[in-house]
Every structure is written in structure tokens, then in C-alpha cells.
Nanobody, 128 residues
Framework: QVQLVESGGGLVQAGGSLRLSCTTS????????MGWFRQAPGKEREFVSA?????????VYVDSVKGRFTISRDNAKNTAYLQMNSLKPEDTAIYYC????????????????????WGQGTQVTVSS
């Protein structure tokens, strides 16, 4: 099973930026569709963004982060990134990276059950 290592969370003021990283072990990251989810206290885990398996790099975002967050991948480093700009207090959550090797090429999975490996989570706190 692939292992995921996340980093990049922290405390930032509203309007600031953070970049989350998710590094996979084993296969090159292009072998996986990769996604980011978040979970705020007392709330269900929420899809944030994902990028498809393969070289097309199709992406999907939840409406609340469109225009502010960007998902990308560096296959040479087996790492996916979530660049988060113009952060808001409502972005505060634990952010989880997830991957699956079973998604069709070019397809962007969005449900938690679409993914089969998860990172440990990284805390993002946005102060007002």
C-alpha cells in the first residue's frame, strides 16, 4: 500500500497563503489520481480538489475554493501540491491527501470512497 506524507499546514491570517504537499512512496505519482479533502471540527469530511491519473492533469475543485486554491503535481518528486491563496477563516480544517491507482485515465474522483490510501492529515488554521 502506498504511503503518503503530508506537510505544509500551519497558522495564517485571513488573506494569507499556504502550500500543502503530499509525497507518495513507491510508484510515481502520475500513477495515481490524487485528491485533497478537509474536515473541520464537528463537520463531515469534505472534498476540496483532485487531479486525475496520468499526464492530462484534469482537475476539479469544490465551488468554495475555486479561484483561490490550485492543485498541481510534480511527478519527478512524486508530490502533489495544494496552493491555497486568499485563505478565509472557514478554510480552517484538517486537510487530508488521498490517492487511488484505480481511477480511469483522465477521470477525476471526488468521493472519499473513490480513494484507497490516505495521509495522516495536516492542520490548517486561518485566523480572522
Amino acid at each position: 500500500q502506498v504511503q503518503l506524507v503530508e506537510s505544509g499546514g500551519g497558522l495564517v491570517q485571513a488573506g494569507g497563503s499556504l502550500r500543502l504537499s503530499c509525497t507518495t512512496s513507491g510508484r510515481t505519482s502520475s500513477s495515481y489520481a490524487m485528491g485533497w479533502f478537509r474536515q473541520a471540527p464537528g463537520k463531515e469530511r469534505e472534498f476540496v480538489s483532485a487531479i486525475s491519473r496520468g499526464n492530462t492533469g484534469n482537475t476539479v475543485y469544490v465551488d468554495s475554493v475555486k479561484g483561490r486554491f490550485t492543485i498541481s503535481r510534480d511527478n519527478a518528486k512524486n508530490t502533489a501540491y495544494l496552493q491555497m491563496n486568499s485563505l478565509k477563516p472557514e478554510d480552517t480544517a484538517i486537510y487530508y491527501c488521498a490517492v487511488t491507482q484505480y481511477a480511469s485515465l483522465g477521470y477525476v474522483p471526488r468521493r472519499p470512497t473513490d480513494f484507497d490510501s490516505w495521509g495522516q492529515g495536516t492542520q490548517v488554521t486561518v485566523s480572522s
